[in-house]
């Protein structure tokens, strides 16, 4: 399925449910949260699969950088790669079979694509694991990440680093709710764009816009 998401038609957007609010957002707040979850569901957890590969596990690290407001760590793929070329993604990959758990496997991955240092970052929980449309099953491993490391891209994986405040993330009214029809079925993924400081925005959507949502939802409950 090759598509361009940004000519998909957005169906609507999340203006009546609330944004997190700010003392949620606080590395002391999310600690807390991690360690006494609430009752809570994932909002979106299955991808419709185009892929006839077996699943393969993997897992990406959601990294909350602790500056004076936290921000998310994302990543722009470069074009070339086979799985989610050019898309904004969390450092991530598949598991290998000498990861010990599935936050071994985000930090291996964290640290090979960005150079994000181990001693750099507190692992604080997991969200449920997400499965996506190319047949992954991904477990997003959040952590807080003490700044002043200095981003070091895989040039092969990674086109750009760089970060979004976890406030504007954690507003419903910036999560874009798309839909479209492919195989005779219809399909929908959601969308959160982010202007920062580029020229165009930047998209998020897909799996990544999809866990984002799921730790809104975690966070909101």
């Not at 609507?12 to 807390?32: C, I, K, N, Q, Y």
């Not at 979850?37 to 077996?54: C, I, L, M």
């Not at 970052?121 to 700044?147: M, R």
Request: glycine share 6%; no cysteine; net charge negative.
């Amino acid at each position: 399925m090759i598509f361009n998401p940004h000519e998909i038609p957005v169906v609507g957007t999340d203006h009546h449910l609330p944004p997190v609010p700010g003392e949620r957002l606080t590395p002391e707040a999310l600690r807390a949260r991690f360690r006494h979850p609430p009752e809570w569901s994932p909002e979106v957890a299955t991808e419709q699969p185009t892929s006839g590969r077996a699943p393969a596990h993997a897992s990406v690290l959601v990294p909350l950088v602790m500056r004076d407001e936290l921000t998310v760590l994302l990543t722009r793929r470069t074009e070339h790669l086979r799985d989610h070329a050019g898309q904004i993604s969390f450092p991530g990959g598949r598991a290998e079979p000498h990861d010990a758990d599935t936050a071994a496997t985000a930090l291996r991955e964290a640290e090979e694509e960005v150079g994000l240092p181990h001693h750099h970052v507190e692992v604080i929980g997991q969200l449920p694991i997400y499965s996506t449309v190319s047949a992954f099953l991904v477990t997003p491993v959040v952590a807080l990440v003490q700044p002043g490391f200095l981003p070091q891209p895989d040039p092969f994986e990674v086109a750009e680093v760089f970060e979004v405040p976890l406030a504007f993330l954690m507003q419903p009214a910036h999560h874009q709710r798309h839909a479209f029809e492919f195989g005779g079925q219809r399909r929908e993924f959601f969308s959160i764009p982010w202007s920062g400081s580029a020229a165009s925005p930047y998209f998020i959507w897909g799996a990544t816009a999809a866990m984002l949502r799921n730790l809104y939802r975690f966070l909101a409950a």
